[in-house]
């Protein structure tokens, strides 16, 4: 990923010999600023539980006071170096009442932590919340948001949310690794519509960038309920915007799109970013794949803003992710909830042994046969796939419907509302719904192909298993996939899945994308077979699926 790096810094590079004379003397004063600052650890002047009550528009990197176990900073700034000369000048007393009441609070800090298994790094990491109350007690939230909240029906904050909230209200950067149906939406979309406070003539203040389309329109929904009351003006960014519309006519505070289409508004020149406050890469790992990178890069810029606040949120964060993060962010923090990389819990994970590909379908038919406990998601690993199987489960009249980037914007949201609305019992998908989409109450995944990489693993069997449910997720293997079985095993067995013995003495093997040419999902197993009885209602329409037009985005 290194090109892509360089990506992120283009027009930032300095001949070093040129301006040898000038950077030396550059080095000689950050060599004396970093000596000094070793010094000692800077004590706050004000307890942390103050509202953050600085106005965004003022504000300039400014670093809020406030400690944590896991991040003390050993390097101060010059706020914190005033705070230690104006602290010597106090009593000894008074500078060791303060001293105790800091490691209170960072006690404090500790424990709650521990207690939700968050962990951080950076520095001045702000106390993570106890409670949704403490949005207005700490940091002034007014109330159409907590009514939201408690309409919605979350009485706690979860994990990622105590601690991304109010990292990101004091104004820091931010990337945050999660597990799958964790509450990540809320963690950033909460913090955005706390600081931009009203709806305003100043054009788009705030993005959020996501993968895909259904998950770009997930997420407007989400922000449009938690912002009921408040007349924020949020919009998706549609093909038809994308295309046509001057967004200096239309109002509108929160842009949420997908990359390529906030990158041709860029190119057309219809969007101005450059008063953007609040950049969020969703499912940044996605954004940041080869593919998205070259477009990520135009909106980055393009949010050109000195204090805009960037933050990254996933359930999968690589560590070339983290290293490219590093690169942009300014004094970031570090937020991971349990293990990084690691599935939800809640998920009952199994592999099962298909034999061949002709065995899968088998297989299908077999696990159908046990127990169809509607809804289920099966993930293959291409349209072809999707179209052929999809083809097939009609056949044994089950309400299937499928999802894939050959189908039109209005067929693919058809599928999706169709699922949600429990009209299918049964989608079949490619990773075009993998990562982001909060079905409720999916009852089991089936990987019906192997997934290409841990990545994909983790977000496909996290479309269950949500907000605290319970899932089921399981794996088919063949042949062609064994070599790759040791790596989902891994992720299987640090979510306390049990895995076979055998799978974990496999030879670790370096996982590129693995996609081995399949076949089809009609060979073998068909023609043997009796045709299988269900105990479903017939689908009420048999959609065939139109190749329309070839899609403007990647899958
Ligand atoms: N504090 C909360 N209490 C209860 N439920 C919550 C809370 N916050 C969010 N949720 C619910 O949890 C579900 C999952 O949230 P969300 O989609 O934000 O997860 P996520 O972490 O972004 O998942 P993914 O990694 O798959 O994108 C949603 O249905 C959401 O409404």
């Known amino acids: 990923m290194d090109g892509g790096a360089s990506f992120l810094f283009g027009g930032i590079h300095f001949n070093r010999r040129k301006f040898a004379k000038d950077f030396s003397r550059f080095e000689t004063k950050k060599k004396e600023i970093d000596d000094s600052s070793l010094v000692d650890i800077a004590i706050p002047e004000a307890e942390e539980e103050e509202p953050v009550a600085v106005s965004v528009k003022k504000r300039k990197r400014k670093t809020e006071v406030s400690e944590s176990g896991d991040g003390i900073s050993l390097f101060k700034t010059s706020k914190s170096a005033k705070a230690a000369k104006k602290d010597k000048e106090k009593p000894a007393n008074e500078r060791s009442k303060q001293k105790k009441k800091l490691n209170r609070q960072l006690e404090r800090d500790s424990l709650l932590r521990k207690k939700y298994n968050v962990h951080v ?115 998706l960014m549609t093909k038809e915007l994308a295309r046509n519309a001057d967004f200096s006519k239309v109002p509108c505070d929160i842009l949420i799109s997908t990359p390529l289409r906030l990158r041709l508004a860029i190119r057309k020149k219809k969007v101005n970013l450059s008063r953007v406050e609040y950049l969020v890469l969703d499912e940044s790992d996605k954004l940041f794949e080869l593919g998205l990178l070259k477009q990520i890069d135009s909106v980055v810029k393009a949010c050109s803003n000195a204090s805009v606040v960037r933050s990254l949120f996933s359930a999968t964060l690589p560590d070339f992710v983290e290293d490219l993060a590093r690169t942009i962010m300014h004094d970031a923090v570090r937020v991971i909830i349990g293990r990084k990389n690691s599935a939800s819990e809640t998920i009952k994970q199994k592999l099962v042994y298909a034999g061949s590909e002709e065995g899968k379908f088998l297989a299908l038919r077999q696990s159908f046969t046990e127990s169809l406990n509607p809804p289920v998601l099966i993930f293959v690993q291409s349209k072809e796939r999707a179209k052929e199987l999809y083809g097939e489960l009609l056949c044994e009249n089950i309400r299937v419907g499928a999802i894939h980037s050959d189908m ?19 989608l079949i998908a490619t990773d075009v719904i993998a990562r982001g989409m909060d079905f409720k109450g999916i009852n089991c995944v089936i990987n019906y192909d192997f997934p290409d990489s841990s990545a994909a693993y983790i977000h496909r069997i996290g479309r269950c298993g949500r907000a605290g449910r319970s899932g089921e997720a399981i794996t088919f293997y063949t042949e062609e996939d064994i070599p790759f079985l040791r790596n989902i095993a891994n992720v299987m067995a640090s979510s306390g899945c049990e895995v076979p013995s055998w799978i974990m003495v496999l030879p670790k093997k370096k996982w590129r994308k693995h996609r081995p040419g399949r076949g089809s999902v009609l060979a073998g197993p068909k023609d043997d077979m009796p045709k299988k009885k269900w105990k479903v209602k017939k689908a009420d329409t048999r959609k065939t699926i139109i190749n329309d037009e070839p899609e403007d985005e990647q899958e």
């Open 121 to 235: 790094s950076g520095n001045n990491i702000p106390s993570p919340l106890d409670n949704f109350s403490e949005l207005s007690s700490r940091f002034g939230c007014e109330a159409y948001l907590l009514r939201n909240l408690a309409e919605l029906g979350f009485e706690e904050p979860t994990p990622i949310q105590r601690q991304a909230i109010p990292v990101l209200l004091s104004g820091r950067e931010c990337f945050a690794c999660a597990p799958t149906g964790s509450g990540k939406t809320l963690a950033f979309v909460c913090p955005m519509l706390m600081k931009l406070k009203h709806t305003s003539k100043d054009g788009i203040r705030a993005v959020i960038l996501c993968p895909t389309r259904e998950l770009a329109a997930q997420t407007t929904r989400e922000c449009k309920k938690l912002a009921k009351g408040n007349k924020f003006y949020i919009k």
């Open 408 to 426: 039109s914007q209005a067929e693919r949201e058809n599928a999706v509302d169709n699922f949600r609305a429990g009209k299918t019992w049964v």
